[in-house]
């Protein structure tokens, strides 16, 4: 099946510190893996599967357009960024990898970096504590969202990142 994007460029220029100037198929890759990895976390596979099938057929309309439009794309926003920012200045070309500098600005320091990604990630947070109160609030117009069985993935009901543990 293919992957519909529950965002688009615009609604990420727009929301972000991403510049309209930034070419899409730098971030685009790291939108698809945001919504594979975390909207679907959070929405659990049928959920998931459900709006991809609407989005891909013939639109999306009710509670389901007021899911994706007011909770998902903002988590979806900065998610993205979560995932984007550590690679943000980095290539990789036939000759190599390699680092991009600008002629009127300095790179940010790796502490710099972590300190952006942790504050979308709170961001992200906050809309997905959002979404998860606003589905535990609607499940009669969600009932998707408690239908996964066996290999599915059940959504993720607490919100908060709290790290890895080793």
Request: without cysteine; aromatic residues 14%.
């Amino acid at each position: 099946m293919a992957t519909a994007l529950f965002i688009n460029r615009t609604d990420l220029v727009k929301n972000s510190i991403i510049d309209g100037n930034v070419d899409t198929n730098k971030f685009i890759q790291f939108v698809k893996i945001a919504q594979e990895i975390h909207i679907r976390n959070y929405t659990g596979s049928k959920l998931y599967d459900k709006l991809q099938s609407d989005i891909l057929g013939s639109g999306l309309s009710g509670a389901y357009q007021t899911l994706v439009n007011t909770y998902i794309a903002p988590m979806l926003i900065h998610f993205a960024l979560v995932e984007y920012l550590p690679y943000a200045a980095y290539q990789l070309k036939n000759g190599g990898l390699f680092k991009h500098t600008s002629e009127n600005g300095e790179t940010p320091t790796k502490d710099e970096i972590d300190f952006l990604v942790n504050k979308e990630r709170n961001l992200a947070e906050y809309y997905t504590t959002r979404m998860i109160d606003y589905i535990t609030f609607n499940q009669s117009s969600f009932p998707e969202y408690n239908t996964n069985v066996n290999e599915d993935i059940y959504p993720d009901k607490d919100s908060l990142f709290n790290g890895f543990v080793l």
